[in-house]
């Protein structure tokens, strides 16, 4: 795997702790560390990550065609987007950005099919 990869596969790792991060204070209240909830999910998350087959072409995981991720983890990872992605933009900017892209410009991965 080459550098470039490896960076984005570590970008994507801290935008997903963060989002997790910020889903846990405002929703379980937790402060310096997660909650055994978060932290299991975020453990899995990351598992999922450096586990994703598609690796120098992966998309951002809603473009994605391979649904590595079970339907339940899914569920809770959807949950923590839509709490953390509008607060993204203040707390974590570039990480923010940087997910946008991702999202928007793919690395030449199909779009999802409705």
């Not at 990869?5 to 310096?32: D, I, W, Y």
């Amino acid at each position: 795997m080459n550098g470039r990869v490896q960076r984005r596969l570590r970008r994507e790792g801290k935008t997903l702790e963060a989002m997790v991060r910020l889903f846990c204070h405002g929703m379980h209240g937790s402060r310096e560390t997660l909650c055994g909830a978060c932290r299991e999910l975020l453990d899995y998350a990351e598992r999922r990550l450096q586990a994703c087959p598609l690796q120098a072409e992966k998309p951002s995981c809603f473009r994605c065609t391979v649904h590595c991720y079970s339907v339940p983890m899914r569920e809770r990872v959807k949950a923590v987007m839509r709490y953390a992605g509008p607060r993204m933009i203040r707390k974590h900017p570039l990480l923010a950005l940087m997910h946008l892209l991702d999202e928007r410009l793919g690395n030449g991965a199909p779009s999802p099919q409705p």
